[in-house]
C-alpha cells in the first residue's frame, strides 16, 4: 500500500522559511517523479513543484521559482520542499503527491496523497 | 501558466447527470494528459479520472470524461450524495508544468 507522511509546516512571518517533508512507503520511490500540490480557500488545487525521479530534473510554477527548491532523497524514500522567502500568498495546505505513471516529470496523475501541511505566512 | 476555467458551482438532484466543464487553451489539452481530482474539503483530493476519460482502480464507473478541442468534461451519471465535492481538472500543459482549474462546487439537491 502506498503512503506518503508528512512532517513540516507551521505559522512563520512574511519573509520568512520553512520545510516540507514527505515520508514514503509501499512502492518504488526512485522510479516516480514526486509533486508538490497546494490548496488554499480562495484558489482551490496549485501545482508547485515536481522533482523527477533521480533528481535530474525540477520544475516549479512561476510564483515559487527562486524561492523554493525541491529536493528528494531516495536512500531515505523522501521529498522535501524548502520554501524562502514566503509571503502571504503561499498560505495553503501543501500536499506530496505521487504519479500514477512513471515519467520525468508530472503529468497530474496523481495517484496517492499526502495528509497535507498547512503553512500559514502571517504579517 | 494561467488556471483552467471551470463553472463555481454545478447542481444536480440524487440519480441525475451533471457534467462540468473545464476550459483551456488549444495547447493545453494538446496532450491526453487531462485529469479530474474529486477534494472533499478537508480531505486528501482523490484521482477519478486520467488520461481524459481512464479511471483509476477502484473510481465508480459513474464518473467518465471527454475532451473536445479546447475543453474537457467531467460526467457524474446517477449522482448520488457522496458525490457533493470540489472538483478539480488538471492538464499537462507542453512544458513540464501542470495547471489546474478553479475548481468547481458540486451540490446535489
Known amino acids: 500500500e502506498v503512503q506518503l507522511l508528512q512532517s513540516g509546516g507551521g505559522l512563520v512571518q512574511t519573509g520568512g522559511s520553512l520545510r516540507l517533508s514527505c515520508s514514503a512507503s509501499?512502492?518504488?520511490?526512485?522510479?516516480?517523479?514526486m509533486t508538490w500540490v497546494r490548496h488554499s480557500p480562495g484558489k482551490g488545487l496549485e501545482w508547485v513543484a515536481t522533482?523527477?525521479?533521480?533528481?535530474?530534473?525540477?520544475f516549479y510554477t512561476d510564483s515559487v521559482r527562486g524561492r523554493f527548491t525541491i529536493s528528494r532523497d531516495n536512500s531515505r524514500k523522501t521529498v522535501s520542499l524548502q520554501m524562502n522567502n514566503l509571503r502571504a500568498r503561499d498560505t495553503a495546505i501543501y500536499f506530496c503527491?505521487?504519479?500514477?505513471?512513471?515519467?520525468?516529470?508530472?503529468?497530474?496523475?496523481?495517484?496517492?496523497w499526502g495528509q497535507g501541511a498547512l503553512v500559514t505566512v502571517s504579517s | 501558466q494561467s488556471a483552467l476555467t471551470q463553472p463555481a458551482s454545478v447542481s444536480g438532484s440524487p440519480g441525475q447527470s451533471i457534467t462540468i466543464s473545464c476550459t483551456g487553451t488549444?495547447?493545453?489539452?494538446?496532450?491526453?494528459?487531462v485529469s479530474w481530482h474529486q477534494h472533499h474539503p478537508g480531505k486528501v483530493p482523490k484521482l477519478i479520472i486520467y488520461?481524459?476519460?481512464n479511471r483509476p482502480s477502484g473510481v465508480s464507473n459513474r464518473f467518465s470524461g471527454s475532451k473536445s478541442g479546447n475543453t474537457a468534461s467531467l460526467t457524474i451519471s446517477g449522482l448520488q450524495a457522496e458525490d457533493e465535492a470540489d472538483y478539480y481538472c488538471?492538464?499537462?500543459?507542453?512544458?513540464?508544468?501542470?495547471?489546474f482549474g478553479g475548481g468547481t462546487k458540486v451540490t446535489v439537491l
Open positions: 503527491a505521487k504519479e500514477l505513471v512513471l515519467r520525468g516529470y508530472s503529468s497530474g496523475w496523481f495517484e496517492s
Open positions: 509501499g512502492f518504488n520511490f526512485m522510479n516516480f517523479a
Open positions: 522533482i523527477s525521479g533521480s533528481s535530474r530534473s525540477t
Open positions: 488549444t495547447s493545453d489539452f494538446d496532450y491526453d494528459f
Open positions: 488520461e481524459v476519460n
Open positions: 488538471c492538464s499537462y500543459t507542453g512544458s513540464k508544468t501542470v495547471v
